[in-house]
């Protein structure tokens, strides 16, 4: 072992410890299914025993066929073993790997859709504190190693140990000198060449890893910017940090495997001189009466007088039922080094768990609909938004975006939310949607702390944004994802709403033709209705526009925000925006400066009584300079 590698082991053993000891996303699967992985683990260890078995009678049986003239009735009983443990084999793996195959994908399907919520529910701090190719990481890579967790690791070390132990106690039945030297060979192979794999190329691994993560960056960085590279002429730049990179990761791979390499061909020696070892000692023992075991022996003779004879047969079979061991022992070196990258992995995981519950205020136990549920026509429940002087401010800035806020607004009551780029009102609807936690200060929906990034009260905020996504699947599933249980039926009245119905009649396949990438076939208008569409079907108490006409054409911007006003009426509506467009058919206005609110009171009340309002008013409809309205603002 390398000093490099000496030097880092404490600090591995240290780092995995911790890390298993901390997880919040694979031991909770395991204490849930310890029934299924014992008995997996036993179904696994008795196909090994059956395995041998097989080779030990088979050997038996051909080399008693070949040494002596036999009857079929002399061959009867070794056949008969033969058959049970040759049928036996196949059977038991089946069950074992059915068994343990339908455990992981069961996991690591429960898995997904935790990271799924944990990702959607922290997305606004996610954007703002961790880069997307960490969360393509760890959705494709991170649970893909923990997939092979059990499979390829725990499963096959565990029962290679067990069956290290069988072998070695039945071994010692028959002489304890050899079986004292098997440990010690197989030990090796067991126990410290997995340790000296994991610390020499435990390093390796996390390093390519590292790369992998960087490579995700750079591609969904470029990808996201691939116009900008082309046009500003630099994409040869962008190309040779790839190519770097790729690079380094054959070069660490070349590494790994050479060290592999070497590893295995000492494996195979290790094996080697085991069989050999065993091969002296079965010659030396059944080589003659004397030398044999009363129970080889008694078990050999099978009633005949040729007992030496057929003591010798034993020689054959205690070779060959060896070789089976090999293919239980060969991959625990290389499953034991997996356990750093599951480590990682699972590392990788409870950090954004612990980012999560660092964030996470308990919340009310008042009852809060589910989403789907018609919150808004339900009775006289209370879904009043209050902030009392919550103070905000995003990781690694000291100046806060919101100070001491403190507001209500009533249910149902349709607010537009105005102010400059950085001033707040953004935050201020991300935090409502539970999209970050307050340094000071609580938010509450009606009795429940909005404030919360698990908060049920989220499910009762919808989010039309600037851009809103239209995936490219059908226009049934990218609706669907407003009320996953919706019938064809509350789809087309959906549709209808929102005055899309005769578009989608158009369509080759209706509600099952898909849609383009993007939305790239529907014009911007189109795209926001169909977002509102999925509004609709989920059926929150509030609803935030955020900035939903940018790029919009006035006479699509005011039909859309007719349509939206129009079939939200009831819910809470936030209209966020940069400009006065539309804001007459508001109650309320919320002009947010510095952190917190300059103009508050209702469009007519304000144009009334406040001389900057009325600046901003006519600068936005261009009877003003840009020069009087900088003055107002």
Not at 2 to 14: C, G, I, L, N, Y
Not at 171 to 186: E, K, N
Not at 444 to 459: K, M, V
Request: aromatic share 8%; net charge neutral.
């Amino acid at each position: 072992m390398s000093k490099t590698a000496a030097e880092q082991t404490p600090r591995m053993v240290s780092t995995l410890r911790s890390t298993w000891r901390q997880d919040e996303w694979v031991k909770p699967f395991f204490a849930r299914y310890a029934h299924i992985l014992a008995l997996t683990l036993f179904l696994g260890l008795l196909a090994f025993i059956f395995a041998g078995a097989l080779m030990f009678t088979s050997g038996y049986m051909i080399s008693l066929a070949a040494t002596l003239p036999l009857t079929v009735l002399a061959l009867h009983l070794p056949s008969l073993f033969v058959r049970i443990f040759g049928l036996g084999k196949p059977i038991l793996q089946y069950v074992e790997r059915l068994a343990s195959h339908d455990w992981v994908l069961r996991m690591t399907s429960e898995l997904r859709r935790k990271l799924y919520e944990t990702i959607e529910r922290r997305s606004s701090a996610l954007r703002s504190q961790r880069r997307l190719g960490e969360a393509l990481g760890l959705l494709s890579e991170d649970i893909g190693h923990i997939q092979d967790l059990y499979l390829r690791t725990i499963l096959p070390i565990v029962s290679a140990w067990l069956l290290y132990l069988v072998a070695i106690i039945a071994l010692g039945f028959f002489t304890v000198p050899i079986a004292c030297a098997m440990a010690l060979m197989l030990g090796v192979a067991l126990f410290v060449m997995p340790l000296v794999s994991v610390c020499v190329n435990g390093a390796r691994l996390m390093r390519a890893k590292a790369i992998t993560s960087k490579l995700y960056d750079d591609l969904s960085d470029n990808v996201l910017g691939v116009s900008d590279w082309v046009f500003s002429g630099r994409s040869d730049d962008y190309l040779g940090r790839y190519k770097d990179l790729q690079k380094e990761a054959r070069r660490i791979d070349a590494a790994i495997k050479r060290h592999n390499r070497i590893r295995d061909v000492l494996l195979q020696i290790l094996f080697g001189l085991c069989a050999v070892a065993l091969l002296l000692w079965a010659s030396t023992a059944f080589a003659s009466q004397e030398s044999a075991s009363g129970l080889a022996l008694s078990l050999a003779s099978l009633g005949n007088e040729n007992a030496p004879a057929y003591a010798a047969n034993w020689i054959a079979a205690f070779v060959l039922c060896f070789f089976p061991l090999i293919e239980a022992f060969s991959p625990v070196p290389t499953a034991a080094l997996g356990i750093v990258t599951h480590s990682n992995a699972i590392a990788n995981l409870n950090e954004y768990s612990r980012e999560d519950t660092q964030k996470r205020i308990i919340p009310s136990t008042t009852a809060v609909p589910a989403a789907g549920h018609d919150s808004v026509n339900d009775g006289p429940r209370p879904y009043d938004i209050r902030f009392e002087n919550v103070t905000f401010s995003y990781p690694g800035t000291n100046r806060p975006v919101l100070r001491n806020l403190s507001l209500a607004i009533p249910h149902g009551s349709v607010v537009a939310v105005l102010g400059r780029s950085g001033t707040g009102k953004s935050t201020f609807a991300s935090l409502l949607r539970g999209e970050g936690t307050p340094d000071s200060g609580r938010i509450f929906i009606g009795e429940t702390d909005a404030g919360c990034q698990e908060s049920s009260a989220t499910l009762l905020v919808g989010v039309i944004q600037q851009n809103p996504h239209i995936f490219n699947q059908s226009l049934r599933e990218n609706l669907l994802i407003g009320k996953g249980n919706a019938t064809d039926d509350e789809l087309w009245d959906a549709l209808e709403r929102v005055g899309l119905r005769p578009r989608a009649k158009q369509l080759p396949n209706g509600l099952d033709a898909v849609i383009d990438e993007s939305g790239k076939s529907f014009s911007g208008g189109e795209r926001h209705r169909i977002a509102l569409a999925r509004i609709l079907l989920s059926k929150p108490a509030i609803v935030i526009l955020d900035e939903p006409f940018a790029g919009l054409d006035p006479a699509t911007e005011q039909a859309l925000l007719e349509t939206m006003l129009s079939t939200l009426e009831g819910s809470t509506v936030l209209l966020i925006t940069h400009h006065l467009q539309g804001v007459s058919r508001a109650d309320r206005v919320l002009f947010f400066e510095n952190g917190g609110i300059a103009m508050d009171g209702s469009p007519a009340e304000l144009e009334q009584s406040n001389e900057r309002y009325r600046t901003l008013l006519a600068f936005d409809s261009g009877n003003v300079g840009p020069s009087s309205s900088h003055e107002a603002k």
